[in-house]
């Protein structure tokens, strides 16, 4: 396994990636597997004890290359668990195995991958779900447009933006109206690579993108690793109901959830104190609190309210599922042409 755990990182987002990084191996030793982490860092050139906040240690290794191999000084594993997105390239040393699995494969890293690849296949898993129920496919598949060819600090693309924002906000006023939805309709313009919650923006109004100032301009014009932004996916915004708390301590919260294979095992909470119910939570100030499934929730219960805890978790499973669906089929079809004719 080859973790990405830095020290850089500060309270939550340090907390919740080493209580993956201990219990990830611990599950797969559980399956008979022999587990070790190997680091990508260039300060790791010896074994090396990281202490985590509860207290617990983590014993990261430098990887070996030895010809079309990788692992460690007296270890060669079968396949390669990565925890690392690689948002700044793939490293020469994960490519070109020979005959060892690499999860995710590297066209699946943040330096080639793109949202909006992940939400057109959701969008054709979605509709065909929603056609076999029979329910408006709205109700699980959020509109979303892209825009190419997008320059913030030159002001290039500001157009296609402003058209697809316009476009985007028309579709949800629409639904809105159809479903006596009275809350003002939003997208949320992100950066078509990367993650963690940098180069996004929230727009009510088509104006808003218009005209950006130094400062906004400057926030969407990098993500992590300080890559530019050169592409963007205009995404629907969904008003977060879900609260965890009460009174002062009250937080506006999303669910996340966790899956093993296709089967729904748990999941938490982002939660931010300070944040409005159509406002990113991913910002500074979040915290996370488990999101403890009170029941397999396999099943609906017919008998209780479709918000009921046992609903609730249900439908986000759904979606979950689907998802993961949706990024199977993602892979398959932006995999490099050799290994789908590996696969035919």
């Known amino acids: 396994m080859v973790p990405h755990l830095s020290t850089a990182l500060k309270g939550p987002l340090l907390e919740i990636e080493s209580r993956f990084l201990e219990a990830l191996p611990e599950i797969l030793r559980l399956t008979g597997l022999e587990v070790r982490l190997g680091s990508l860092s260039p300060d790791v050139v010896k074994p090396t004890t990281v202490d985590l906040p509860d207290g617990s240690t983590l014993l990261l290794e430098p990887l070996l290359r030895r010809q079309n191999r990788l692992g460690l000084d007296d270890f060669d594993p079968c ?49 065909d779900f929603a056609r076999l129920i029979g329910i408006d496919p709205w109700r699980i598949n959020p509109y979303f447009a892209v825009c190419e060819a997008v320059n913030f600090h030159e002001r290039q693309g500001e157009e296609c933006l402003a058209a ?25 313009v992100k950066a078509d690579a990367g993650t963690y919650g940098m180069a996004v923006m929230t727009v009510k109004d088509t104006s808003q993108v218009v005209a950006l100032n130094r400062k906004q301009r400057n926030k969407m014009s990098v993500i992590k690793e300080g890559l530019a932004v050169s592409q963007v996916i205009i995404q629907e915004g969904v008003h977060t109901f879900e609260q965890v708390g009460s009174g002062d301590q009250a937080g506006v919260a999303e669910p996340v959830v966790y899956m093993i294979d296709r089967f729904v095992v748990g999941g938490f909470y982002r939660v931010h104190g300070s944040r409005g119910r159509d406002e990113s939570l991913n910002v500074p100030g979040m915290h996370f609190e488990p999101l403890a499934f009170e029941t397999s929730c396999s099943l609906p219960d017919q008998c209780q309210n479709p918000d009921a805890a046992p609903n609730r978790f249900y439908a986000y499973g759904v979606v979950a599922r689907l998802a993961q669906l949706a990024a199977a089929l993602e892979l398959e079809r932006t995999a490099p042409l050799e290994e789908q004719l590996a696969c035919a």
């Open 164 to 188: 697809n924002v316009d476009a985007v906000l028309g579709l949800i006023r629409e639904k809105y109206q159809e479903y006596a939805i009275y809350k003002t309709p939003y997208v949320v």
């Open 79 to 127: 396949a390669i668990l990565l925890n690392n997105d690689l948002s700044s390239g793939i490293p020469a040393i994960l490519r070109d195995l020979d005959e060892q699995f690499v999860r995710p494969p590297l066209h699946a890293a943040w330096a080639v991958r793109r949202k909006s690849n992940h939400f057109a296949a959701y969008d054709e898993v979605a509709g």
